[in-house]
């Protein structure tokens, strides 16, 4: 909801989201799809369409948007056809877009987000459809030329469509992450917003509530999370002024600038467009049999939701904790290994302060850390084991990164290993207490709190690595005494 | 020995393997004759040099024993094949001067098989045309004049180079394409053999598309045999093409010389209205008891919705065209002209690089396809073109083969139908329900005019049933007896 | 359906054809011609036809695998470009 000068209005929006499929080779040629090779050097004569060029189907991709579907819940078509969308654009060599228009091949299905306070939101998915991507062109190189790559030229893109069942920037955000885990479990897309390999149109309207939905207006290609909720909550506030103060808003294809953070009319995309679409005489249409779907079907990962529910009730991890953990693949993927046959707990709440912390701090993803999840296996076995204890285990960690050496040889060397001898940590206690009249009189006067204060001396005094259970123990005693 | 250029590929083919000439002298000669006899404009491009090198590289192979089934052969190419190296044209300007890369897979399959390339035939421009005369390089002449005129006839279209390539002598073959009779109905006009495959046996790989789910290369020649002999060399599954059959190619030749005693034969009775000329139903009756006579049995049937083939046929393949012709663009090669802005130089490069016939049908597909229009034509003409393929499936139920004239008319004089669309038109009317269905069909000359012009019989079998259609064919060559050379002032 | 000038000019534009003030009646005409033979296919009852969109009915599409099979071939595609710098092909500056 936003308030206006006149009341409550809600806003509607509607994603089209376009996700690279993960294959080798184009959707129709035989050329890479591989990132950032040279201009023009992953081309096919295809991709170029140079006369008389044909396409052929991918059966990578087909198979990829199958799975898809599958793990939406969604009706898979078992007739489904290629079109062709035509117009002119100087990197759409074809002048048409191979697509799928009236027959895709993937039907309804439904995505469930988790907003704050465990609030549930089913968004529902109209249609998946395979399609080419266009290549790319270059603007800022001369003022009286573009520059054409075709690298992009051909390349599978399912464009996944939702219904206009999101009402909040924030939902969106939820829905385009959590589609984008889902392509990852499933291996579909990976995902990449700054690439483009995940590109989000975002449909936008607003209404008073309970009112017909109101005229959209379309932002195209928004490549990140951030400038998704940015965009739509700037449209959504032009809907409401144009509207309050009596103007109408015109449906209209719009671009998001991020620096200056507003939404813009494309003018080029102003004239009318008629797409003529047709099916390809090239291509028959595209029939999937019953045994195909099936065995990919029964190739289906474990999905998000299915892990954070294992994490929660069988690991005993805390919702959010887990939530936080299977929301990107990568950390369940560093996790689940890590904890193999170890405290769950103790691993989640490690892994997060170590690994997931050094990450963020160097700017890796986490399969780039280069400490693998059985090497810091190890360390948490010393941690588990009483040799070190979490706060020594966190330096470990990085000197791990750092160095590549295994967690008990950094031990040993520094000799972190935590000190449990009762003997010798008496001997430091009776030192302190000797020297420290003053805080022994406030813990008598009933001051407890003060018990931190002497750890603490204590932990100064041997570098950390005493064993904070056995020195409050002998703490206590030794107070309480006489 | 008659002149090397008057000899048929089988001809050619048993003098070379007796030693009788080598394929250097044999493409000499045809060099020679195409050279003296440009008056035709039957080429638009000719690579002398290229053919001479696969000819002797023909005469090393067969000293070697390596024998292909067109070795040393010389054969022209219809300028909508891509041939690597060698200007393509589509005989239109919007491809100026585009050099292919890549080899078309038929004209690769060829030359493995060791024919030799003479040159580039003209055609009308991206095959839109029943007379040759809308090629950017100019009319093509029928080899043909009406009896003691010298009357300028057009050779039909859109294969007219070939056509009239073929029946001069300067080539012992050639390749044509067909997608509403662009090989059958010149065929007919120069009084040679045109054959169109079922839509899938020949790869379409390399061809420059004008309607996909129509067009077929094929094999223009003197002869049936060679037709045979061509087509076995021309198809084959090609990977790279989704429409390629896997349909196994059986040895076309070998079904020659079997006789088609038993083999039922229709008569369609539409094919009798519209526009033909009594001349010619007077042949295609003859045809009929040509065939009878060796032991056909003539079955007369029905093709309800043949008069609907031909404005199908005109909203189907302009639909088609309209895209496919969307690339020449002007921005990734061939002719460019520059505007003040992007969407005025690709309104200007198309509007100078497309002939008037093209740009008109261009207009008509994307009329069809536009929003609002497209269940009424496009659509409309999709569920036509359904029951008119079915009228054949009933037919072929029971007969083996459909025997139908080829044209309406004999070739008729340069310009005289130019200004008359639908006139012009309907040269395809009886070529066309066989293109739509996808099956094939072959023209075979049969007789001479009044006037002295060839004319030919179609004949149209089920789908991948070609054998049939040679032998049929033969019977009715046979029958003719003849194997026209062409009468006129122009060679 | 008969089309007008207006139409003409609208189609035109779709087409990326240049069509010249003085031409477009003309063209009119010519489509009207034509348009109005092929309408006669409004007497064929297809109450309930499928259409017919490809040269093989009924045959099924066939699929690659999913392998890499073109190397570079920026040089056979620059080739024929009219214009084209820094491997780029170059065109008139499109305006976003
Ligand atoms: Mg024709
Ligand atoms: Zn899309």
């Not at chain 2, 690769?108 to 030799?116: E, F, H, K, L, T």
Request: with cysteine.
């Amino acid at each position: 909801m936003i308030q206006g000068k006149t009341g409550k209005w809600e806003i509607i929006i509607g994603l089209e989201v376009h996700a690279q499929v993960t294959t080798e080779s184009k959707l129709f040629s035989g050329a890479a799809t591989s990132f950032g090779s040279d201009p023009n050097t992953q081309v096919s004569l295809v991709d170029a369409a140079l006369p008389g060029m044909l396409p052929v189907l991918n059966k990578k991709a087909v198979e990829q948007a199958v799975l898809t579907g599958l793990a939406i819940n969604a009706k898979i078509n078992r007739h489904s056809v290629f079109d062709r969308k035509n117009y002119f654009y100087p990197d759409l060599p074809q002048g048409y877009q191979i697509s799928q228009f009236s027959d895709p091949i993937v039907g309804e299905g439904e995505i469930e987000i988790l907003m704050e306070k465990e609030e549930r939101r089913i968004i529902r998915i109209t249609r998946i459809h395979l399609e080419q991507d266009a290549g790319k062109s270059v603007h800022d190189q001369s003022p009286v030329s573009s520059y054409v790559d075709l690298n992009r030229s051909g390349i599978p893109l399912m464009e996944i469509v939702s219904e206009p069942d999101m009402r909040s920037a924030a939902e969106a955000a939820a829905y385009v992450a959590k589609l984008r885990s889902i392509l990852q479990y499933l291996g579909t897309c990976d995902g990449n917003m700054e690439r483009g390999n995940l590109r989000c149109d975002a449909n936008v309207s607003v209404r008073r509530p309970g009112d017909p939905l109101g005229t959209r207006c379309e932002i195209k290609n928004v490549n990140s999370l951030r400038f998704l909720q940015q965009a739509i909550d700037y449209e959504a506030r032009r809907h409401v002024e144009v509207i309050e103060s009596g103007g109408q808003i015109v449906q209209e294809t719009r671009l998001f600038d991020s620096e200056s953070g507003v939404t813009r009319s494309m003018r080029s995309k102003e004239e009318a467009h008629d797409y003529r679409y047709f099916p390809d005489p090239d291509l028959m249409p595209l029939d999937l049999d019953e045994e195909l779907i099936e065995s990919l079907r029964a190739r289906l990962p474990e999905l998000p939701d299915k892990k954070l529910q294992r994490f929660v009730q069988s690991l005993g991890l805390a919702a959010d904790v887990a939530g936080e953990l299977v929301a990107d693949k990568e950390k369940a993927d560093y996790f689940e290994p890590a904890a193999e046959g170890r405290d769950a707990k103790l691993v989640a709440n490690m892994v997060r302060k170590d690994v997931f912390g050094y990450a963020n701090g160097k700017g890796l993803t986490i399969s780039e850390v280069p400490v693998k999840p059985d090497q810091y296996g190890a360390l948490i076995d010393l941690v588990a084991g009483g040799t070190i204890n979490a706060a020594i285990a966190s330096k470990v960690f990085n000197e791990m990164a750092e160095t590549g050496k295994d967690a008990g040889t950094i031990v040993a060397e520094r000799g972190l290993k935590q000190v449990s001898d009762e003997g010798e940590l008496e001997t430091i206690l009776d030192t302190i207490i000797a020297s420290s009249g003053q805080q022994v009189n406030q813990f008598k006067s009933g001051n407890e709190k003060i018990i931190g204060w002497f750890v603490g001396q204590v932990m100064q005094k041997t570098k950390g690595q005493a064993n904070p259970k056995i020195v409050n123990e002998l703490l206590i005693k030794k107070l309480t005494s006489d | 020995m008659a002149a090397l250029t008057e000899l048929t590929i089988a001809e050619a083919r048993d003098g070379l393997s007796r030693k009788e000439f080598s394929a250097k002298e044999l493409t000499e000669a045809h060099i020679k004759k195409m050279e003296s006899t440009r008056i035709l404009n039957a080429y638009v491009l000719e690579t002398p040099e290229r053919a001479l090198e696969d000819a002797i590289a023909s005469d090393l192979r067969r000293g070697n024993n390596e024998i292909g089934s067109l070795e040393g052969i010389p054969v022209g190419i219809k300028d909508l094949f891509c041939t690597e190296g060698f200007r393509t044209t589509a005989c239109s300007h919007i491809l100026d001067e585009f050099v292919p890369p890549y080899e078309s897979y038929v004209t690769a399959r060829m030359r493995a098989a060791g024919s030799v390339m003479l040159g580039k035939t003209n055609l009308d421009e991206f095959a839109m045309g029943s007379s040759n005369e809308t090629s950017y390089f100019g009319a093509v002449r029928n080899p043909w004049a009406p009896s003691g005129t010298d009357q300028i006839l057009v050779p039909g279209g859109s294969s007219g180079g070939s056509a009239s390539a073929v029946a001069a002598g300067l080539c012992l073959g050639a390749t044509g394409t067909d997608t509403g009779g662009s090989i059958r109905q010149p065929a007919s006009f120069c009084g040679i053999v045109g054959m169109k495959p079922t839509y899938g046996r020949c790869s379409r790989w390399g061809i420059i598309a004008f309607a996909s789910s129509l067009d077929q290369a094929g094999p223009m020649t003197r002869t049936v045999r060679d037709s045979a002999i061509m087509l076995g060399a021309m198809a084959g599954f090609d990977p790279h093409d989704s429409t390629s059959s896997k349909h196994v190619v059986p040895d076309f030749e070998d079904s020659l010389g079997k006789g088609i005693k038993g083999l039922k034969i229709g008569i369609p009775a539409e094919y009798r209205s519209g526009g033909i000329d009594p001349e010619i139903s007077g042949l295609w009756e003859k045809g009929s008891k040509w065939l009878k006579d060796q032991g056909a049995q003539i079955i007369d049937i029905t093709l309800p919705q043949t008069k609907y083939a031909l404005p199908t046929y005109y909203i189907i393949a302009p639909a088609e065209a309209s895209s496919n012709l969307a690339r020449y663009d002007g921005m990734r090669y061939g002719l460019r002209v520059n505007g003040s802005d992007l969407t005025e130089t690709y309104m200007k490069t198309r509007a100078e690089g497309f002939g008037p016939e093209v740009r008109r049908r261009i207009m008509i597909g994307t009329y069809v396809l536009s929003a609002g229009y497209y269940d009424a034509y496009y659509l409309k003409a999709q569920k036509v073109r359904r029951l008119i393929s079915e009228d054949f499936e009933t037919a072929f139920k029971s007969v083996d083969a459909i025997l139908t004239p080829t044209s309406p008319t004999p070739a008729f004089e340069l310009g005289s139908k130019s200004d008359d669309l639908i006139a012009m038109y309907l040269n395809d009317v009886f070529t066309v329900p066989a293109s739509l269905a996808g099956l094939p069909a072959i023209s075979v000359p049969c007789g001479l005019s009044s006037n002295g012009l060839p004319l030919g019989l179609q004949i149209i079998t089920p789908a991948f049933d070609e054998i049939t259609l040679f032998r049929v064919g033969e019977a009715l060559e046979n029958a003719a007896g003849w194997s026209p050379r062409p009468v006129g002032a122009q060679v | 359906m008969s089309v007008d000038k207006s139409t003409v000019t609208r189609i035109a534009q779709l087409a990326r054809i240049d069509v010249p003030e003085h031409e477009a009646d003309e063209l009119a005409e010519e489509l009207n011609n034509i348009l109005g033979w092929v309408e006669q296919l409004n007497e064929v009852d297809t109450e309930g036809v499928v259409p017919m969109s490809s040269g093989m009915p009924g045959a099924e599409l066939r699929q690659r695998q999913d392998q890499i099979t073109e190397q570079d071939n920026r040089d056979l595609i620059l080739i024929n470009a009219p214009e084209s710098r820094d491997g780029f092909i170059l065109v008139p500056k499109v305006i976003e």
